[in-house]
Structure formats: structure tokens, C-alpha cells
């Protein structure tokens, strides 16, 4: 059994930085690609950032400049730094990593974190 466990969200104000934390755990035989989308209220789940195991990422154009993706592949952790955040940052984050287990390449999803920037 696969789990992805996300951490790091919470309440921030405007202009502050959050960073966002994803472990995968379990039978991994190894990651493939990895990322971040978030879901607000009344809109659909949008990709904020991915990264490929070598490391090349790929950003939601609205976000370039503000949010950095990065993961530790001895840890099986990604990493979201969100930098100058805005109240429309508000949703909640998911994880999502492209996983072999027991040799079958799966799609697994964390259960999701928070963020809210309010002041």
C-alpha cells in the first residue's frame, strides 16, 4: 500500500510564504513524475507545479516567479515553496506522484492540505 502524506499548509497573510511538504511511503519500486494541484471553493482542481525524476519542472503560467517545486528522491519527498502569496492562493493543495508498486505504474493522491491567505 502506497500513501502520499502532505504537510505544511495553514493560515498565512497576504504577501507571506508557505512551503509544502509530500512524502510517498510504502511499496515503492520508484516515482516517476510528481506534483502539486490545488482545488478552491467552486472551482475545479488545477495543476500548480510538476517535476519529472530527473528534475525538469513545469509551472502553471500564473505561477511562475512565486511558487519553486523541488523533491528529494532518496527521501521520496516533493516540496512546494510558495512564495508572495495571494488570497486567491487559497484552495486545497493535493499531492500526486506517478508510482511503480509491485511493478504496475499507479497514480496515487495525497488526502490534501490547506492554505488560506487571509489577513
Known amino acids: 500500500q502506497v500513501q502520499l502524506v502532505e504537510s505544511g499548509g495553514g493560515l498565512v497573510q497576504p504577501g507571506g510564504s508557505l512551503r509544502l511538504s509530500c512524502a510517498a511511503s510504502?511499496?515503492?519500486?520508484?516515482?516517476?513524475?510528481m506534483g502539486w494541484y490545488r482545488q478552491a471553493p467552486g472551482k475545479q482542481r488545477e495543476l500548480v507545479a510538476a517535476?519529472?525524476?530527473?528534475?525538469?519542472?513545469n509551472y502553471a503560467d500564473s505561477l511562475k516567479g512565486r511558487f519553486t517545486i523541488s523533491r528529494d528522491n532518496a527521501k521520496n519527498t516533493v516540496y512546494l515553496q510558495m512564495n508572495s502569496l495571494k488570497p486567491e492562493d487559497t484552495a486545497v493543495y493535493y499531492c500526486n506522484a506517478d508510482i511503480f508498486d509491485d511493478y504496475a505504474l499507479n497514480d496515487y493522491w495525497g488526502q490534501g492540505t490547506q492554505v488560506t491567505v487571509s489577513s
Open positions: 517535476i519529472t525524476s530527473g528534475g525538469t519542472t
Open positions: 510504502g511499496r515503492i519500486f520508484s516515482i516517476n513524475a
